[in-house]
C-alpha cells in the first residue's frame, strides 16, 4: 500500500504550533501531578483511574463516531490464527507457536481482525500510560517530561524506519540534540550532582569532627 501526501509551509507551521502547545501542556500536567503527590501522596495507581474516569464524559460528543468506527472494525474478516503464527514463525519458538495457537486459536478464528488489533493496541497503550504514572511517581516532572520527549522521539524514528521513509538531515540533527540533552540530564542528575553532595556531606563531616 502506498500513500502519497503534499505539505506546505502553512501545515508545517501549524505542526509545530501544535506541538509546541501539546509540550506545553504536558509540561504544565506533569508539574501539577508532582505537586498533587506532594501534598496528597505519591499514588500512581489512584491517578491512572480518576484521569481516566473522569474523562470518558468528554468522549460524549463523539459517540456516534465511535460506534461507526468500531462498526467498521467489527466488520473486518476473522483473524486466521494459521496466518498469525506463520507470519512470526521467525521470531516465536515451535513449542510457543504451537501453545499459542492450542490456548488462542479458536477465539482469534472468530474474532474479527479489527477488534484483535484494537484489544492489542488498549494493552500496549495501558502499558505504557502505567509505565509513565508510575514514573512520575518516582521522579520529578522534568525527568518525566524528559523520558516522554525520547520515548516520541524513538517512536517516531522507529515508525519511519518501518514505513520506508527516510531520515532528512534536519531530523537527524533534532534528533541528535534530542538524545544528547537527555544524556547529559541524566549525567547531571545521576552523577554529577550526587558527587557534589557527597562531597560537600564529607567535608561537613570532616569539619565537625575537627571541632
Known amino acids: ?8 509551509g502553512t501545515d508545517f507551521r501549524d505542526g ?7 509540550q506545553f501542556l504536558s509540561a504544565f500536567m506533569g508539574a501539577f501531578v508532582e505537586s498533587t503527590y506532594e501534598k496528597y501522596g505519591a499514588s500512581w495507581t489512584e491517578n491512572l483511574f480518576y484521569t481516566h474516569f473522569l474523562s470518558i464524559p468528554m468522549f460524549l460528543p463523539f459517540a456516534s463516531s465511535l460506534q461507526d ?13 494459521q496466518n498469525l503464527i506463520a507470519s512470526v514463525h521467525e521470531t516465536l519458538p515451535q513449542d510457543a507457536a504451537i501453545q499459542f495457537l492450542r490456548t488462542f486459536g479458536p477465539v482469534i478464528d472468530y474474532v ?38 525520547i520515548r516520541k522521539l524513538v517512536s517516531f524514528i522507529f515508525s519511519t524506519v518501518l514505513f520506508g521513509h527516510e531520515l532528512s ?42 571541632q
Open 1 to 8: 500500500m502506498s500513500m502519497s501526501s503534499e505539505s506546505t
Open 16 to 22: 509545530l504550533i501544535i506541538l509546541l502547545f501539546a
Open 69 to 81: 468506527q468500531y462498526s467498521k472494525l467489527a466488520a473486518t474478516p476473522p483473524l486466521q490464527s
Open 112 to 149: 474479527p481482525q479489527g477488534i484483535v488489533f484494537l484489544l492489542v493496541n488498549t494493552i500496549t497503550q495501558l502499558a505504557c500510560i502505567s509505565g509513565v504514572n508510575l514514573l512520575s511517581a518516582k521522579a520529578s516532572a522534568v525527568t518525566v517530561t524528559i523520558v516522554l520527549n
Open 169 to 210: 538531515g534536519k531530523m537527524i540533527f533534532g534528533s541528535v540534540l534530542v538524545f544528547g540533552s537527555g544524556a547529559l540530564y541524566g549525567w547531571e542528575t545521576s552523577w554529577r550532582l550526587p558527587q557534589q553532595r557527597k562531597q560537600k556531606d564529607e567535608s561537613n563531616g570532616s569539619l565537625k569532627k575537627e
